[in-house]
């Protein structure tokens, strides 16, 4: 069962990142804070990335919302700080 967590619930960005990263992992515990306009930082905590390296597990969320920070008017212009966690390693 995924789980969202709503920081901002008018952010309509940090929404349409939750929904992308949840498309790739949909069991995944996702959760966005929005920082200044177009900054974000996200962490997800999933069984998914049991025995993956930090770089591969960087690029499986960046890979699902790549399409957000691409172009000229891209509507994410960076993630501040991405955790990548399993359960387990949950604060």
């Keep these: 069962m995924s789980t969202i967590e709503l920081i901002n619930p008018s952010d309509g960005t940090a929404q349409l990142l939750r929904e992308a990263i949840l498309k790739a992992l949909p069991e995944a515990e996702v959760n966005v804070t929005t920082g200044t306009p177009g900054h974000f930082e996200i962490k997800v905590v999933s069984d998914a990335f049991e ?15 790549g399409h957000l920070m691409k172009g000229e008017n891209a509507p994410v212009h ?10 387990s390693e949950q604060d």
Aim: charged share 20%; glycine share 8%.
């Design 51 to 65: 025995g993956q390296s930090r770089v591969k597990k960087q690029q499986l969320i960046y890979g699902s919302i």
């Design 78 to 87: 960076a993630i501040d700080r991405l955790h990548t966690l399993l359960p």
